[in-house]
T-cell receptor
């Protein structure tokens, strides 16, 4: 079956522009997560969804970042007025539910470069 | 603060040698513990989780609650084990299944 997919795979943008990153989770997975990995750093949690709700937005680095999920399926992460420090690989993952022992299945990531 | 420490950025061993990738964590509550792996040009994937008490590809991980460690071990390294390994407790920051990743250890198995 299809795994988690993300688009675009690469995005180059100019500072100050808005970008949208898309994640298609595994069908039937109710939990969806966004992480990012900046160069030379570990993965950091951004936000998660249980269904279409985001109970914890504490990882979003600033109010320029927002995310939504619809139909308990596709999620988009939007970054407004991008800055150079937003350059990173953005990873999406999904799991069957939010129970702590469940495996998360990762997408291939979107590499964002802000010039 | 919740924290995961993987002290070695790079670990280089010879084929057939034992491997130990270290992981220490600080936490509040009782996290579930995972090791994720990323092979070259592949996506991040689960290697093993503590709750399953399983050995995957010859790897095992022992939880030491006293030391808050979850080191990954394999008695005889193989070339195909070369990859980036991440220790990742979940649920550390309260609620949900959020993974808190260490900075990772790049394992290189040399012939």
């Amino acid at each position: 079956g299809a795994g988690v997919s993300q688009s675009p795979s690469n995005k180059v943008t100019e500072k100050g522009k808005d970008v949208e990153l898309r994640c298609d989770p595994i069908s039937g997975h109710t939990a969806l997560y966004w992480y990012r990995q900046r160069l030379g750093q570990g993965l950091e949690f951004l936000i998660y969804f249980q269904g279409n709700s985001a109970p914890d937005k504490s990882g979003l680095p600033s109010d320029r970042f927002s995310a939504e999920r619809t139909g308990e399926s596709v999620s988009t992460l939007t970054i407004q007025r991008t800055q150079q420090e937003d350059s990173a690989v953005y990873l999406c993952a999904s799991s069957r539910d939010i129970l702590s022992y469940n495996e998360q299945f990762f997408g291939p990531g979107t590499r964002l470069t802000v010039l | 603060a919740q924290r995961v420490t993987q002290p070695e950025k790079l670990l280089s061993v010879f084929k057939g040698a034992p491997v130990e990738l270290k992981c220490n964590y600080s936490y509040s509550g009782s996290p579930e513990l995972f090791w994720y792996v990323q092979y070259s040009r592949q996506r991040l994937q689960l290697l093993l989780r503590h709750i399953s008490r399983e050995s995957i590809k010859g790897f095992t991980a022992d939880l030491n609650k006293g030391e808050t460690s979850f080191h990954l071990k394999k008695p005889f390294a193989q070339e195909e084990d070369s990859a980036m390994y991440y220790c990742a407790p979940s649920g550390l920051t309260g609620g949900g299944n959020k993974l808190t990743f260490g900075t990772g250890t790049q394992l290189k198995v040399e012939l």
